[in-house]
């Protein structure tokens, strides 16, 4: 599916690897700062909305339609889910001016957004007004998934989300735990401190200060619903990936999350905001440095690591197409 | 890939301006009311924007006749036109309050840090147990306010001395209303009222203290002996040794030879890039560790989140970001 | 495995009942099958001679719990009430058949075979199963 022509997609893409190789690290940084890649620029900020917009919303619609509890709100997390719908407008809004406004009128806010024709004036707290819950609502604005987390007794509990493009995880059955559980099938990350000083991090987090972080995996095909519930129907294409080796590399993506950790003043709540994009590795493979910094991080990545990122069946092909791709630039001198 | 520095919100008021400490907002002061030994200041932002949210129970930190003092955030939090602050003229205080209260006029610009959330309200909270002394109502009635936001139960405690004014009482029934507010003169009565409500609350309460020392002590003994957990109790707790600028030191680096001087108000990471000796950084805030440089020589002064307690004591390595020092001169391996 | 079992969700339960904490105000003690009765009945006795308020259940387990008088209990509880619970983790979690980490079971829904994982929900009081064969060659 080719929605977007590839150099917008490419030229907004998060490259994930610093180094040569990769291993887990507490790799938060303060957001709002532009990254000027070899092929373009993102991460101006914490919201981002781009080419791909209606369509993924559309499909955020009917995920939800299907599977309804890939939005989950414990009751206490009303305040927190208000917050989080003005903080994610307000970004948007700043971030597209030309597009989106959010303005304050005495005691109602008034939202308005030309890419999908929506004019809304709500009241804090008042659902009725906004006419849906309002993480729902957030979510129908906006691209990112969110995790809204309660910091309570010295620790942060997941207790909301609306999160239909997962990596291979279950909002629905994560929900109610703590940042230290959730994060504990992960290997390495605890023992090696990762997580451990993240949490402190996220701890003492301050609202009007956000931060970021990437995550990443490869995916097959452009498929956005990753979730453990469907795993069934994606699960297979992992091992059927390899069985047409020309296709190979228009449909195995580099998955990369941008993640924003935030501070939500109002309630105190901490926001996840997960941004997803993929790249497949032909397009990926036609920046130089990209191709050859994946692939050396593909071959030295360790086995675990590999296993738990649900690299094992392609990791080996994809970093030999990658460098196949290199040995034919340099054989042409591209 | 090149990250560019933070872009501040363009309207924002968190803008900094040359002449004030990172982060620090410059307020005039719009109004002023004085009822008894209090004294009510309401703070706008020079430009008429609104400002930063906060979480209910912040203080801010202001710069008043040479001192700094925190003084508790009590009106709205969400985009606020104003901060509002109750200060009690302490006669033999550090000057700060007698400031305010003797010298200080409607028109006359503050300078303030950010709100800091030290005492935020318990989202999960069955029923919230607001208990006040005195000029400690002020946290409090921020907490009303978001308790009436979000609809959650409460009721309010006050105590207050037998010759003193109450402070706000007249904006506190409003808030309240007839049933959620108890008032209780003198230490018979208070400690008679807390005996009888603390026995009778639903499981999933929580207890929110704030006022003089021995008061807060107290109450937390009579719940204690009731039975209630220590991580229901909540007391506000705040203090402004982080903020301090801090005295100046000199910083030898053991492998280069050279020295620099560290002024008041500038962080050692800021002096060391200054001086371009490269460190690495991420988060500087105290938080994430990459900053961490080796102490050959000299005591630090650890004001880092990062480091353990044992860590601590070795003082054999420091968060430059963040950390300064207790002698004259660090010596670090760099 | 360099996942740490300290470190996932997975429940660790107390290897000795814990003692009656003498602080609380009042007690709700909860107890199912026979090394459940045991341990309920040591920590009613400790609870007595505090003389403070107690309310005790034992079921016997054999089927799903009547839990109608606990949650009673709770909805009238007041903060300073302390509550024990003495049960195979089974009853405690209210899981239905008796797995381990790393069991497969079919899935009563779509048949699948699902293979235990060490994730544990407390709200959901299960362990996550995920599909053991998705990624199996299907020849």
Known sequence: MNRVAASDRLSRFPFPYPQDHYRYSTNVEPARRPVITEVGEWGRWTIDVDDEYEAELREREEILVADPSRCVVLAHMRAACWDSLLECLGEAARANPATMSLTREGNSYVWSNARLGEERRFVIGDEDTLGAEPLAYTGSQVQEDIVLLDQREGQLWADAGLVTFAADWSLRFDVGMTFLELHGPVPRVHVEGVIPRAHRFLLRLEAHHPYRRTNWTMSVDRRLDQSTETYPEWGPDRLGVLENPELLPDRLQLRVEVQHLIRLPGSGAIMFLIRTSMVPLRELATVPAWRTRMAAVLRELPQDMVDYKGLTHFRDPAAAWLESAQAAAIATGA | MTVAPAQPLASSPLAPSAAVREGWLILRVAGVSTAGRVRTLRLVSLTGDTLPSFTPGSHIVVEAGGRTNAYSLTGDFLEPIAYEISVLRIPDGNGGSRWIHDDLDVGQELSVSPPRSAFPPVASAQHHVLVAGGIGITPILSHIRAARLYRRSFEVIYAHRHDAEVPRLRELRALCGPDRLELAQGRAQVTARLRKRLAEQPLGSVLLICGPGPMMEATETIATELGWPSQRIHTERFSTEALDPGSPFTVKLARSGRQLLVPSGVSLLEALEAAEVPVPNLCRRGVCGECRVAVKAGRPEHRDLFLSDEERTANDSLMCCVSRAHDAVLELEL | ?139
């Open chain 3, 1 to 139: 495995m360099t996942v740490s079992p300290d470190h996932t969700s997975v429940p660790r339960w107390p290897d000795e009942p814990p003692d009656v904490d003498p602080t609380g105000s009042s007690y709700l003690v909860v107890s199912t099958g026979e090394a459940g009765r045991a341990v309920a009945s040591r920590w009613t006795a400790a609870i007595a001679s505090l003389a403070k308020p107690l309310w005790a259940h034992h079921d016997s387990g054999e089927s799903p719990l009547a839990l109608d008088g606990l949650s009673r209990e709770l909805a009238a509880a007041r903060v300073g009430t302390r509550v024990m619970v003495a049960a195979p983790e089974r009853d405690v979690l209210d899981t239905h058949a008796r797995l381990s980490v790393g069991d497969t079971v079919a899935c009563e829904g779509c048949h699948r075979t699902l293979i235990v994982y060490h994730h544990v929900s407390r709200l959901h009081g299960a362990y996550l199963g995920y599909m053991v064969d998705a990624e199996e060659p299907t020849t």
